[in-house]
């Protein structure tokens, strides 16, 4: 569907996102215009070299004022936020360090303040509730406390915690991160894969000294879900990773061919604790990771409030663009 060039507009929506974001942010452009609103695509990384932000206040109250350069965009028009991606802006290599640290907060601060401005409009996800869901310690309490089965874990920067629990789960554990360092829908560079600690890998911990690892019990696999959860509403994919020793461990580790998505499917009662979840997170979206072992049990491992799920629509045909349009214009 062609998109006419954006312009200021009542019923305006906000896609804040970043310039090398194509597939998703076009998806769901299209369908908030099939909605009769309009989209206005607003790329962080070129504030505010590209774009410009202004905000006054006077006797009549604030004036907020947002210029992309395809549309001119005032605060009272805008009906809806989908806040997918907040990037550090792109500043000249010619600028200072020093100086380039304080205009990148600065920019930052500007920019939330826009948004913090927008209150009372519709968000997906609300800045705030996106930012505290992060804490993937928090996730697992909550995830363990409405019933959903998670694997034993330790978050740790001490050799020996990770050596005792190594020890504890028979030396089947895997470590990962604590946050993501790729959100692309193939999981591209730069990105920690979770891998299997070896026994040599005891050996050399001294690293943990610099970031504390998530250490977790290795979980048996007959396939994973990556499930876009939507105002409650599921839509799962299933990647079976069991031809491919790489993958098995971690999906995004399969060779091309060795890994591929099919229709997944999320039993009632877990799909209700997901969704149960994402409230208690103040989500609208999440992108929930679940293994599901060989004897059926359906394992949690997290919920990334920023998660990728344009693989699922483009190779599964799930409608999640669609109802990412409903969520932001109820229409």
């Known amino acids: 569907m062609a998109l006419p060039p954006p312009s200021s507009a009542a019923d305006t929506v906000l896609l804040v996102t970043r310039s090398d974001d194509f597939y998703t942010v076009d998806r769901v452009a299209e369908e908030i215009a099939r909605r009769g609103a309009t989209p206005v695509r607003v790329d962080t990384d070129r504030f505010p070299a590209a774009l410009t932000l202004t905000a006054a206040l006077g006797p009549d109250g604030w004036r907020h004022v947002l210029d992309t350069g395809a549309a001119r965009v005032r605060a009272e028009d805008v009906v809806a936020v989908w806040a997918r991606r907040l990037s550090p802006p792109a500043l000249d290599d010619e600028l200072d360090p020093e100086l380039r640290e304080g205009c990148v907060r600065e920019s930052a601060a500007a920019l939330r303040g826009f948004l913090g401005g927008l209150a009372g409009r519709r968000f997906v996800n609300p800045l705030d509730a996106d930012h505290a869901a992060g804490d993937k310690l928090r996730q697992l309490r909550l995830a363990h406390e409405l019933g959903l089965e998670v694997p034993p ?169 669609a109802a990412l349009a409903e969520a932001l214009v109820g229409r």
Do not use: C
């Open 153 to 321: 874990t330790l978050v740790t920067n001490a050799p020996d915690e990770a050596r005792a629990f190594h020890a504890a789960h028979g030396g089947d554990v895997v470590a990962k991160m604590l946050t993501p360092l790729s959100t692309s829908m193939d999981g591209g560079s730069p990105f920690v894969h979770t891998s299997v600690v070896t026994p040599e890998d005891l050996e050399h911990l001294d690293g943990l000294r610099y970031a504390p690892m998530v250490f977790q019990a290795r979980v048996p696999k007959a396939r994973e879900l990556r499930v876009a959860m939507v105002a409650g509403r599921p839509f799962a994919g299933a990647i079976d990773a069991s031809g491919s020793e790489r993958g098995q461990v971690d999906w995004r580790r399969g060779r091309p061919g060795e890994v591929g998505w099919a229709p997944g499917e999320v039993p009632a009662q877990v799909a209700e604790r997901l969704r149960r979840l994402l409230e208690a997170l103040g989500l609208v979206y999440g992108a929930v990771d679940l293994i599901v072992t060989p004897d059926g049990r359906h394992v949690f491992l997290e919920v990334n409030p920023g998660g990728e799920w344009g693989m699922l629509e483009r190779d599964l045909a799930l409608p999640i663009a």
